[in-house]
């Protein structure tokens, strides 16, 4: 069993930055696929961000492309979604997930997610 827990939300102007963190505990495997989403009000939950715990490979969508990065602790065991240049529309509730398959091909999907984060609330406003 993997637990995730995040944190690192809040508000932020336009343009500025935010960290957030998911630290998981639980045996894991470096082929795992850790992503990130988010869900705005009213809207479908949408793919963000996606690395293997080795960090090998990293994909984003193109909507963050150049401003979110991911990181990785292993020593603590978090990964981390850098965001930068913030807009108003990634004002969104953010939710990292972990895939125990090492699906990389199947990323974007977030059905092949079986653990979740509880969310953090991103807000970008002035």
């Known amino acids: 069993q993997v637990e995730l827990v995040e944190s690192g939300g809040g508000l932020v102007q336009p343009g500025g930055s935010l960290r957030l963190s998911c630290g998981f505990s639980?045996?894991?495997?470096?082929?795992?696929?850790m992503g990130w989403f988010r869900q705005a009000p009213g809207k479908e939950r949408e793919f963000v961000a996606a690395?293997?715990?080795?960090?090998?490979?990293?994909y984003y969508a193109d909507s963050v492309k150049g401003r979110f990065t991911i990181s990785r602790d292993n020593a603590e065991n978090t990964v981390y979604l850098g965001m930068n240049s913030l807009r108003p529309e990634d004002t969104a509730v953010y939710y990292c997930?972990?895939?125990?398959?090492?699906?990389?091909?199947?990323?974007?999907?977030?059905?092949?997610?079986?653990?979740w984060g509880q969310g953090t609330q991103v807000t970008v406003s002035s």
């Open positions: 997930a972990l895939d125990a398959r090492g699906r990389w091909g199947e990323r974007r999907d977030a059905r092949i997610y079986w653990y």
């Open positions: 639980g045996r894991t495997n470096s082929n795992y696929v």
């Open positions: 690395s293997n715990l080795s960090g090998t490979n990293t």
